[in-house]
């Protein structure tokens, strides 16, 4: 953050910031005919990279109103082309802002860890997967238009050199190995799409538990998004289930669902050779990770700051010069 820019959470909190982004959100809302409830919108949060309002209408809808800041990757502009090319993929957007990095869309329902257990949550999982492969494939005719409107392209070997100029400065044991999973991991020639870069079953909509109800799931908040190799979406993805349900390490768990995701690729590479370098995927991908979580905090409070990075950053460095090193 540069001097005299104020930190995003304080600015999403003053009165002024509100009232502009209300007007914003009736003038949205008038253009389809709807009218906001008088008593919303509400705030239910606000976080270093982003804050949303909830907003209800007089005829009974709901809807969802997010401001990102302006270091992270430009969803207004990634649910635009999204929705070229995969709209049944994502929620629709009712009104998007770039200059302001604000978007207002509907309610979408529950979420999928929401209608998920334990028990069905492999399951459902896979099937969220496959359908999230075959969005990233659809990206690949919208990756310049992506990276023309400010999302990050960060190919594998441009991470490391990323790491060797900031954080891996000081641990310069992990560039060969950095170095070598890279090269490994691209030589296999899938394409750069859109990378989420936090995949977990509380970024995906889906109506009920049934797996008839993962066939409309749709995948929203991309504020970490990059265009890269896809491979990297497994890092989240495969630690969700225990993350949200409290399941134990399982290498058969992971085994089914990587198998479901790269099932979408198998035509472009063999699934043996993907297995392969999958581990130098995960390694790469804990790369974007941090960048991202840097980024997300570049207009953060010293408070925030102090909350996230030994959360976030810290831990993840830690496993990459671990599995560089060990």
Same mark, same amino acid.
């Given at each position: 953050m540069t001097t005299g820019e104020q930190p995003t959470s304080q600015l999403w909190q003053s009165d002024a910031w509100r009232r502009e982004a209300t007007r914003w959100i009736d003038e949205a809302l008038e253009r389809r005919g709807v009218v906001r409830v008088p008593v919303t919108p509400r705030q239910p949060r606000v976080r270093a990279w982003s804050t949303q309002l909830v907003v209800d209408t007089t005829d009974g809808r709901r809807m969802w109103f997010k401001a990102s800041s302006p270091s992270t990757s430009p969803e207004p502009a990634i649910y635009r082309s999204l929705a070229a090319v995969?709209?049944? /993929?994502?929620? =629709?957007?009712? @009104?998007?802002?770039?200059?302001?990095?604000? !978007?207002?869309?509907?309610?979408?329902?529950? !979420?999928l860890r929401e209608v998920a257990d334990g028990d069905s949550i492999v399951g459902l999982w896979s099937g969220a997967l496959r359908r999230y492969a075959r969005l990233q494939r659809a990206t690949v005719e919208v990756v310049d238009t992506l990276v023309d409107a400010g999302v990050p392209h960060w190919q594998p070997d441009d991470l490391v050199s990323w790491w060797m100029t900031g954080r891996g400065a000081g641990h310069r044991e992990t560039e060969r190995p950095l170095r070598e999973a890279a090269a490994r991991l691209s030589s296999v020639g899938l394409p750069s799409t859109i990378e989420h870069n936090d995949l977990h079953a509380g970024n995906v909509f889906c109506a009920d538990g049934s797996a008839g109800a993962i066939h409309d799931s749709r995948f929203f908040d991309w504020g970490d998004a990059y265009v890269g190799n896809p491979l990297g979406s497994l890092l989240i993805a495969l630690a969700g289930p225990a993350y949200h349900f409290g399941m134990p390490a399982d290498? $058969?768990?992971?085994?089914?669902?990587?198998?479901?995701?790269?099932?979408?690729?198998?035509?472009?590479?063999?699934?043996s050779r993907l297995q392969a370098v999958l581990p130098d995927a995960l390694l790469i991908a804990r790369l974007a990770?941090?960048?991202?979580?840097? /980024? @997300?905090? =570049?207009?953060? *409070?010293?408070? =925030?700051? @102090? $909350?996230? *990075?030994?959360?976030?950053?810290? *831990?993840t460095v830690r496993d990459i010069v671990r599995e560089t090193t060990s």
């Open positions: 995969a709209p049944d /993929r994502v929620p =629709e957007m009712w @009104a998007g802002d770039d200059e302001h990095g604000w !978007l207002l869309m509907a309610d979408q329902g529950p !979420l290498p $058969e768990r992971d085994g089914r669902l990587v198998r479901a995701y790269l099932s979408v690729w198998a035509d472009l590479v063999p699934s990770r941090v960048r991202a979580m840097e /980024r @997300a905090l =570049e207009r953060a *409070t010293s408070a =925030e700051r @102090a $909350e996230w *990075t030994p959360r976030v950053i810290d *831990t």
